[in-house]
């Protein structure tokens, strides 16, 4: 890629200084927009605060990845739901995981691959 002819070597062979004035470009002319944008809003008298939309909370919910998570483990038997959460939430060892759990390392290893494929399954379903 060759660098615009207004680069200015300034920073010993970075173009980060050049990228970071790009950037701020960038946000300027979006924030300048988007001040546009809400002054036309409230001229026709639209909300201006999207984010207080019940619909878009609601859309926000159902495509957020940690919801999404919350509530497929909420549908994991407890014995799976705990060996997944000691195993990856926490980063236990699998022989600690299966010495919470009373457990053989063997049993809380079935487990932790028990609940990962029942969430792989149930974020297939929601894709769908």
């Known amino acids: 890629m060759a660098l615009p002819r207004d680069f200015r070597d300034e920073a010993e062979g970075s173009a980060l200084p050049w990228l970071f004035g790009i950037a701020h470009n960038v946000a300027r002319e979006s924030a300048r927009r988007n001040a ?8 026709l008298g639209l909300s201006t605060d999207l ?3 019940d619909g878009y909370a609601a859309v926000e919910e159902r495509l957020s ?3 999404a998570l919350a509530r497929g483990l909420e549908t994991l038997p407890e014995h799976e739901r705990e060996a997944l959460e000691l195993r990856v939430v926490d980063e236990l060892p699998y ?3 299966a010495h919470r759990l009373g457990a053989r390392p063997a049993a809380a290893r079935l487990r932790v691959s028990r609940a ?3 969430l792989s ?4 379903k929601e894709d769908t």
């Open 121 to 124: 399954c149930l974020a297939l």
């Open 36 to 43: 546009v944008e809400t002054r036309a809003r409230r001229r």
């Open 65 to 67: 990845p940690r919801a």
């Open 116 to 118: 990962l494929r029942r």
């Open 51 to 53: 984010a207080s939309d």
């Open 95 to 97: 022989e600690q995981v």
